[in-house]
């Protein structure tokens, strides 16, 4: 048991640093030779950078996080400052070792590929950063503490954070068609986020109101070969009217089949599609 928390406090450092080291590479090799932003503290370390160049990019990285950082000391305690630094610290630490050490290139001068693969980059690593359990600090610190203070959601804080921070790049640069292709970033950033985290299963959630639910079952465990549940519930203007639900996963692959066996059994049935975002436990 031992050896086996020791193997998760691990790979959960591992996660950290590859997270910290992919922001790096983005920031170093994709947004800051093109003069762009993204959001949280690197983004705003960045706007920064372009007005004083006198400080390495990683030194303005710590200077902006630590605000952040006491922050989340006073309200979420110890451990939780603890990692956070940690993937500060890294953050700083790879971002000047790859644009003042190493010196590696910009690997492209076009805004929009710069913003997609910025925005991929941060993603993944603020992705691999949460999985190993820690905090890229900064803003959400702030997002976390609103949401716990007020009605808001930490999604919405941020969001609001990152619109002020594309605000400001754009008082401070100038730029708006920049801070435009920006906010294209961040948007790829948060996209990738979820992907990291929650993945994307090639599944379906596929809800079916049926007069024929005997019949759709026996089709449904034969021709696609899935489990699901069926339910009772009642019609929202006809109370008295009963109506029967069968819920089930099924792979994109196999929705084409599904609709056929629908539309061959029970042509009346009302059929809901929708995205199945994460699986846990058995149906």
Known sequence: MKQSSRSLALLQYVYVLLGTMSMAFAVVCFLSPNNMVTG???GIALIIHYIVTSLTLGTLIILVSIPFIVLGFVYFGK???FKTLLAMLATSFFTDLFREVLHLK???DDILLAAIFGGMFIGLGVGLVIKGRSSTGSTSVVGEIVAMKSKFKASEVLLAIDVSIMLAF???HGDIKKALYSMIGVYVTAKMIDVILIGRPPRKVVQIVSNN???LTEQIRERIEEHGTVFIGV???HQKQIKTVILVTVETSKIQLLKDIIREYD???FLIISEASEFLGRD
């Open 40 to 42: 949280g503290g690197i």
């Open 79 to 81: 451990q939780y400052t």
């Open 106 to 108: 910009p690997l492209t």
């Open 170 to 172: 754009i008082v401070a």
């Open 213 to 215: 639910v005997e019949t």
């Open 235 to 237: 019609g929202l203007h």
């Open 267 to 269: 042509p009346e049935a």
